[in-house]
């Protein structure tokens, strides 16, 4: 079994393409074409060809702050023509001058037309050739620069994700050898998440990379990331629960293979429901519109089905071979401790169900009360990290520009049969230049809008009032925008808004419909998985309640935190879907083992209250140690200093410790016991089995 998988390790890491190969950061891009702002850029395409032709911007200004001086606006216009005669690959032109200038005088910019489009590695060289011939051409001007554009923003961030990437790995690690040692006190213990799961590691980006190309389907940057973090964390879990399993049947002093074939029964069909759990939960986001979503489904749900196979296959084959040594030199295995925490809360949970279940629930109902403050935010730079060049080129440009200025909000008009009709064209930008919000129109080539060759289609730049990723712009665009754009357009012509803010007025629209939709169908579906895994219905219905309660808490929790403590507008959009999604799915883990170990104690013959007792005291230790192993991985998030992985390593990790303790470890088994027989209806799971009570654990037996 360990060779197999080992060739496989091989085979895939020599033969199979990387994941940086499928990846994209483009979230717009991930729109169906059906919304608004995507057919405007077909048309803009079409018109302008505008979408296939990247650029990039130099900003550069004072380094005093004060307005620029006529030599300085010669010095820059110098700098456009030596980029020109620079001979870069894949740079067009440089052009600027008094109409680059700001109003305030302070900031002057050339714009550099790209050939090419999207993330090529050669307009990745093109932005570092137009750095290297800036830089000494300003040299000692008094003046600073700082390059900026989505390609730029993209070459900044790719290198800043690898960074975070390395980071986030070295400390998850780092972490769970730290809490394996101890929890176990043994190395060999602590090395064999890292060893194990890191040949899944090695196997599951050359997949995702193969089935991406295969079936042309995007991958988002965050996703190897993610990924590493859901492979240790979820490997690690899995290894935990048949590590504790194994060590509680040595305890009860069966002999290491029987042992260990009765702890990957046990801990098998509790792997098998989980990682079933997770894919659904993962799978789910295939019903997204918003590609964002769809691109973490399939690579997330393969990793997880890897590591599920691995947990029972390729685990156990090396503890059968190391056996009891693989908690060497710990001697723990060999007794059952006496009074320990577990035993206490254990106790305290089936003598006073109700205290436990109104203390735990009421902690996760005043955590979810934070949600009454939720705002969302759409603001992509904001997300970014910080101190990058093209993030300065942005804050330079805010030192001379409008807000809006960032990103115009473009309107384009096209005639529905022969050309525009220039008089009612001036008409209308007039009227949109009149709408609340908007401060005003960029002035094109010729005039306030710029025509196609053909006459046929007109595209109108509006600069607005707030920034271009602010809820007030995108209530503006999604609303009085374009009814005004729609309702007032000339007789014969069809207007569309586009640009980026119209994108994520569209993405909003997309988001809000995706959680409307795929909450409810991955709640479902992990509800038949665990209706079919203890042949109830009503288990189910509590277990899906609770975890729905604590998405609310995590989500209450994180806008406290960053909302409230932290003082951002809001949280990112994606982080609900995402919170959700581990919540709802990797959180179900620690319910699958607490409720599968509550009809386990049920079935050897123990009333409900009892059941609740011995189901925490030995159920409880492996949720415990899994949850803070989990949290911890995803906490590492936060070392990666990218705004969007800050928050959701702390929303993600704060949701599995709700998770692990208040909702699995004390709310389902003191909720369970309160219902007692009622619980296992109708399937009546809880009877006790039929074997002989020799064949029982002994070490549970009469406790």
Known sequence: MIAGWVLVTVAIVTFAPTLGDVTTSDQANFLPSDYESMQAGELAEQAFGQQQQASATIVVRRADGQPLTTGDQARIGDLAQDINGADITRVTEAVTGAQAVSPNKKVQLVSIGLEGFGEDPELVN????????????????????????DVAMYADNADAFDTALLIVGAATIVLIISLLLLIYRSPVAALLPIITVGLVSAIAPGLVAWLAQAFDFQVDQSVQIVMTIVLFGVGTDYIVFLLFRYRERLRASDDPKTALVAAVARVGEVIASAAAAIIIAFMALLLAVFGAFTSFGPGLSIAVALMAVAAVTLIPAVVSLVGTKVFWPSKSWQRTPKGTTFQRLGRLTGRRPAVVAIASGGVMVALALGM????????????????????????YMRSGFPPGALNPTSVYLKADNGTLDQAALAGYTKRLDDVPGVGGVMPGPTGPATVS????????????DTSPYANASLDLVDGELRNVAHSEAPDGSTAYVGGLTSAFADIRDANTRDLWVIFPVAGVLIAIVLGLMLRSVVAPIYLMLAVVLGFFSTMGATVIAFQGIGDRPGVSFMLPMLVYLFVVAIGTDYNILMIARLREEAKLGHDPRTAADLAVEHGGPSVGAAGVILAGTFASMMLAGISFLVEMGFAVSIGIMIAAFAMSMFLVPSVTALLGHAAWWPGHSDRADAAPAERRDPARVGS
């Open 126 to 149: 093109a932005v570092e050739g137009i750095r290297d011939t800036t830089r000494p051409a300003l040299n000692d001007s008094g003046l600073e620069y700082a390059v900026t554009g």
């Open 372 to 395: 009454f403050g939720f705002n969302t935010d759409y603001d992509q730079n904001a997300q970014l990290p910080e101190g990058t060049e093209s993030s300065r080129g942005l804050e």
């Open 453 to 464: 060759e053909d006459g046929t289609i007109a595209k109108i730049d509006l600069l607005l």
